[in-house]
Protein backbone atom coordinates (compact mmCIF):
# COMPACT_ATOMS: atom_id res chain seq x y z
CA UNK A 1 0.00 0.00 0.00
CA UNK A 2 1.44 3.44 -1.21
CA UNK A 3 1.27 6.13 1.55
CA UNK A 4 2.42 9.61 1.01
CA UNK A 5 2.58 11.74 4.32
CA UNK A 6 3.55 15.52 3.45
CA UNK A 7 5.29 17.69 5.83
CA UNK A 8 6.60 21.42 6.38
CA UNK A 9 3.74 24.06 6.12
CA UNK A 10 3.18 26.67 8.34
CA UNK A 11 2.37 30.46 8.94
CA UNK A 12 4.40 32.99 7.12
CA UNK A 13 4.55 36.63 5.81
CA UNK A 14 4.40 37.51 2.54
CA UNK A 15 7.84 37.26 0.78
CA UNK A 16 8.93 34.41 3.29
CA UNK A 17 10.07 30.70 2.44
CA UNK A 18 8.82 27.43 3.39
CA UNK A 19 9.93 24.22 2.32
CA UNK A 20 7.15 21.25 2.27
CA UNK A 21 7.96 17.37 1.96
CA UNK A 22 6.50 14.45 0.93
CA UNK A 23 7.90 11.23 2.06
CA UNK A 24 6.30 7.90 -0.23
CA UNK A 25 6.36 4.57 1.05
CA UNK A 26 5.28 0.84 -0.25
CA UNK A 27 6.08 1.39 -3.74
CA UNK A 28 9.47 1.88 -6.04
CA UNK A 29 10.19 4.29 -8.56
CA UNK A 30 9.71 2.72 -12.32
CA UNK A 31 7.91 5.10 -14.55
CA UNK A 32 5.81 7.53 -12.03
CA UNK A 33 4.75 10.85 -11.78
CA UNK A 34 4.30 12.79 -8.61
CA UNK A 35 3.09 16.27 -7.77
CA UNK A 36 1.71 18.96 -5.48
CA UNK A 37 -1.80 20.27 -5.98
CA UNK A 38 -3.26 22.68 -3.38
CA UNK A 39 -6.89 23.87 -2.56
CA UNK A 40 -8.62 26.61 -0.68
CA UNK A 41 -12.37 26.35 0.52
CA UNK A 42 -14.38 27.11 -2.10
CA UNK A 43 -11.74 26.44 -4.50
CA UNK A 44 -10.60 23.34 -7.02
CA UNK A 45 -8.14 21.58 -6.05
CA UNK A 46 -5.54 23.14 -8.67
CA UNK A 47 -1.92 21.60 -9.81
CA UNK A 48 1.37 23.39 -8.47
CA UNK A 49 3.78 21.52 -9.64
CA UNK A 50 4.64 18.41 -10.91
CA UNK A 51 7.98 15.85 -11.34
CA UNK A 52 8.43 12.75 -13.30
CA UNK A 53 10.20 10.46 -15.54
CA UNK A 54 8.88 10.82 -18.52
CA UNK A 55 7.72 14.58 -17.08
CA UNK A 56 10.55 16.41 -16.06
CA UNK A 57 9.49 19.15 -14.14
CA UNK A 58 6.48 20.91 -14.38
CA UNK A 59 4.78 24.69 -12.67
CA UNK A 60 1.55 26.09 -12.73
CA UNK A 61 2.14 29.54 -14.66
CA UNK A 62 1.14 31.24 -10.89
CA UNK A 63 4.68 29.85 -9.07
CA UNK A 64 6.76 29.84 -11.89
CA UNK A 65 10.09 31.36 -10.99
CA UNK A 66 9.03 31.20 -6.92
CA UNK A 67 8.86 27.69 -6.79
CA UNK A 68 10.99 24.66 -7.06
CA UNK A 69 10.07 21.46 -7.28
CA UNK A 70 12.51 18.26 -6.98
CA UNK A 71 13.05 14.93 -5.22
CA UNK A 72 15.51 13.05 -3.02
CA UNK A 73 14.96 9.56 -4.87
CA UNK A 74 17.38 7.56 -1.69
CA UNK A 75 15.04 9.20 0.53
CA UNK A 76 11.53 8.67 -1.76
CA UNK A 77 11.08 12.19 -0.90
CA UNK A 78 9.16 14.90 -3.30
CA UNK A 79 10.49 18.56 -1.84
CA UNK A 80 8.26 21.71 -2.78
CA UNK A 81 10.76 24.61 -1.96
CA UNK A 82 8.75 28.00 -1.81
CA UNK A 83 10.33 31.44 -1.72
CA UNK A 84 8.53 34.87 -2.29
CA UNK A 85 5.51 33.42 -0.82
CA UNK A 86 1.99 35.33 -1.73
CA UNK A 87 -1.46 35.37 0.49
CA UNK A 88 -2.82 33.95 -2.52
CA UNK A 89 -0.59 30.77 -2.03
CA UNK A 90 -2.63 30.25 1.29
CA UNK A 91 -3.98 26.45 1.02
CA UNK A 92 -3.87 23.14 1.87
CA UNK A 93 -1.05 21.23 -0.04
CA UNK A 94 -1.48 17.91 -1.20
CA UNK A 95 1.32 15.52 -2.70
CA UNK A 96 0.09 13.11 -5.21
CA UNK A 97 1.55 10.24 -7.23
CA UNK A 98 0.50 8.51 -10.43
CA UNK A 99 2.48 5.63 -12.19
CA UNK A 100 2.86 4.46 -15.83
CA UNK A 101 0.04 3.82 -17.67
CA UNK A 102 -0.52 7.52 -16.36
CA UNK A 103 -4.11 8.72 -15.63
CA UNK A 104 -4.20 12.08 -17.42
CA UNK A 105 -1.85 15.25 -17.76
CA UNK A 106 0.15 16.42 -15.30
CA UNK A 107 -2.36 18.82 -14.08
CA UNK A 108 -5.23 16.63 -13.67
CA UNK A 109 -5.78 15.53 -10.28
CA UNK A 110 -8.08 12.63 -11.34
CA UNK A 111 -5.03 11.40 -12.93
CA UNK A 112 -3.35 10.69 -9.62
CA UNK A 113 -3.80 7.33 -7.89
CA UNK A 114 -2.79 8.18 -4.35
CA UNK A 115 -2.98 11.04 -2.51
CA UNK A 116 -1.42 12.62 1.35
CA UNK A 117 -3.86 13.97 3.99
CA UNK A 118 -2.04 17.45 3.33
CA UNK A 119 -0.33 20.28 5.02
CA UNK A 120 -1.47 23.60 5.46
CA UNK A 121 0.05 26.64 3.93
CA UNK A 122 -0.99 30.50 5.24
CA UNK A 123 0.41 33.58 4.11
CA UNK A 124 -0.82 36.50 5.49
CA UNK A 125 0.94 39.69 7.12
Known amino acids: EVQLVESGGGSVRPGESLRLSCTAS????????MAWFRQDPGNEREAVAAIGSDLGTKYAESVKGRFTVSQDKSKKTLILQMDNLKPEDTAMYYCARDDWPYGGFWYNPKAYKDWGQGTQVTVAP
Open 26 to 33: GYTYRRYQ
